[in-house]
Nanobody, 121 residues
Framework: VQLQASGGGLVQAGGPLRLSCAAS????????MGWFRQAPGKEREFVAV???????HSADSVKGRFTISRDNAKNKVYLQMNSLKPEDTAVYYCAARWGSIATTKGDYMYWGQGTLVTVSS
């Protein structure tokens, strides 16, 4: 599967932004889809994940602010980000894997190219 993330940009603190990830391939609905982010000088970290059936799990740092969802008919996964903070500034990556929910980047086989989110204070 090939992944293409989009929707990043510059936003003021407190504002919303929605990221999209478009996937190629006919078996998209069978993949577990995740979002990760990497801030300058830091390790890539888990943000949120959604199963093929819509079950979700998010990192504590974004719970209550970020929502992951998917549209299997459109081969897309989304990350709705609300109440953004300057510490959310990072390159955001979508990723895909077979199997169950995972929060470790090494468990994901397929990665998009990343989209930059910058939150100004």
């Amino acid at each position: 599967v090939q992944l293409q993330a989009s929707g990043g940009g510059l936003v003021q603190a407190g504002g919303p932004l929605r990221l999209s990830c478009a996937a190629s391939g006919q078996t998209f609905s069978r993949y577990v889809m995740g979002w990760f982010r990497q801030a300058p000088g830091k390790e890539r970290e888990f943000v949120a994940v959604v199963t093929w059936s819509g079950g979700t799990h998010s990192a504590d740092s974004v719970k209550g602010r970020f929502t992951i969802s998917r549209d299997n008919a459109k081969n897309k996964v989304y990350l709705q980000m609300n109440s953004l903070k300057p510490e959310d500034t990072a390159v955001y990556y979508c990723a895909a894997r077979w199997g169950s929910i995972a929060t470790t980047k090494g468990d994901y086989m397929y990665w998009g190219q990343g989209t930059l989110v910058t939150v100004s204070s």
